[in-house]
């Protein structure tokens, strides 16, 4: 299992943060490996699913999401499966701090089973440098869009 953790202070409060982090249909807007979101609008409640197709670590793929948990303004959580046994978790959590908030995404995954094999292979020769760039400049721009986005308090 890779895991990597990523922050970044926002300007904005930490409820409104989540909600638009939360909202998968917006991720395209900050998220560099994100290409197109296809689900309902809004932060999503536990249970909701979603298919997202990405171009990551230099690959393309495809992302069946499900929330698994949501409390608003700290934290959401979602799992999704993808091509050769791709399995992820996904947190972000959100913490109010003097400026706004503190965003904090957690990124967990796996290449499973045999489909996996060669997956598995290349993510500490190439694909996990590639992922953790891509983690890393979603953040800024994460802080940029909703900055933008949320009118400050």
Known sequence: MTIMRHSVEIARAPGHVLAYAGTATRWPEWHPSSLRVDGIAGPLPAGSRFEEDIHAGGRDGHLSWEVTDYLPGRRWLARASGNHGLRLLLSYECEATDTGARFTRTLEYRFAGLAGLYMRLLDPLLLRRRI??????????LRQMAEQAIAAN
């Open 132 to 141: 953790r760039r891509e983690s890393e400049e979603s953040m800024l721009r």
